[in-house]
C-alpha cells in the first residue's frame, strides 16, 4: 500500500487534484471576504459576520457537495484513464483491492482538508472583521466541516463510477442528478429519505441549520450524527462493491 500511495503522489503532482481540494473552500472565502468588505458600513455586529458565511455555504451546498465528490472521484481516477497505465500497473505485483483503496483515501482526505481549510479560514475571517465576541465553534463547525461528513455515500457511488468507466463525463453528469434526486427525494418519505444524494441534504435542511435571523447564529446547534453514522456505513458499502467489481473487470 504504502508503494502505491507513493506512486500516487508523484501522479497527483502533475494533476489538478490538491488544486480543487484548495481552491473550492478559497473561492468561499474570497467571496466572504468580499461580500464583508462591500458591506462594512452596514454591518451592526459579529452575527452579521458569521451569519454571511453561514449563508454562501447554505445556498453554495445546495449543489457544491455533490459536485464537488464528483469532480474530485473523477480526477482520481483520470490520472490512470487518461494516461491508459492499466495495463502497465497491474503487470507488476499491485493488487486491484489496494490500488482502489488507496483512491478511497485520497478521496476521503481531500475532502476532509477542503472542509478544514474552509472551517479555520471562516474562522480566520471572522476573527479579523471583528466577530470573536459572538463566536461559536460548534456553529461554524455545523455549517462548514460537518456538511462533508454526510457525503461518504456520495463519495461511494461516484469512486466507484469513475473507476470503472472510462468516459468521466458519465460520473460527473451522475453527480449533477444527484442534486435534482436529492432536492426531491427530501421532499419524499421512507426509502427516499436516506439514498446517498438526500443526505447531505438531511444535514442542510436540518432546523437548527436554517437561520430565519442572523441573530440566530449565537445558539449552539444540535447536530444529527446519526446521517454521518449512516452516511460512513453506506460509503463503506459502496467502497467494498466498487473494489470487487474494480479486481474483476478486465482492464483495457
Not at 185 to 202: A, K
Request: proline fraction near 3%.
Amino acid at each position: 500500500m504504502n508503494a502505491i500511495l507513493s506512486f500516487d503522489r508523484i501522479k497527483m503532482r502533475r494533476s489538478r487534484y490538491w488544486g480543487l481540494v484548495i481552491l473550492f473552500p478559497l473561492l468561499l472565502m474570497v467571496g466572504v471576504t468580499s461580500l464583508l468588505l462591500t458591506n462594512m458600513d452596514d454591518i451592526q455586529d459579529g452575527t452579521e459576520i458569521w451569519g454571511t458565511m453561514w449563508m454562501i455555504c447554505y445556498y453554495m451546498n445546495y449543489v457544491a457537495i455533490h459536485l464537488f465528490v464528483a469532480l474530485l472521484s473523477a480526477l482520481l481516477a483520470n490520472m490512470e484513464h487518461q494516461t491508459n497505465t492499466w495495463k502497465m500497473i497491474f503487470s507488476t505485483s499491485v493488487s486491484k483491492w489496494k490500488f482502489y483503496w488507496a483512491k478511497v483515501l485520497w478521496l476521503t482526505l481531500g475532502l476532509l482538508i477542503s472542509g478544514l481549510i474552509l472551517m479555520v479560514g471562516f474562522g480566520v475571517i471572522g476573527f479579523a472583521f471583528g466577530g470573536g465576541a459572538t463566536f461559536n465553534p460548534v456553529r461554524l463547525f455545523s455549517f462548514t466541516l460537518y456538511p462533508y461528513l454526510t457525503a461518504y455515500a456520495l463519495m461511494g457511488i461516484q469512486l466507484w463510477l469513475s473507476m470503472v468507466l472510462e468516459n468521466q463525463s458519465v460520473p460527473i453528469v451522475v453527480g449533477g442528478v444527484g442534486i435534482i434526486v436529492g432536492l426531491y427525494g427530501i421532499q419524499g418519505s421512507g426509502l427516499l429519505q436516506v439514498l446517498p444524494w438526500v443526505i447531505p441534504y438531511q444535514v442542510l435542511f436540518h432546523p437548527d441549520n436554517v437561520l430565519l435571523e442572523f441573530s440566530d447564529i449565537v445558539q449552539t446547534p444540535q447536530l444529527d450524527w446519526n446521517w454521518v453514522l449512516l452516511s460512513i456505513m453506506m460509503g463503506l458499502l459502496f467502497f467494498v462493491l466498487g473494489s470487487v467489481h474494480f479486481s474483476l473487470k478486465e482492464q483495457k
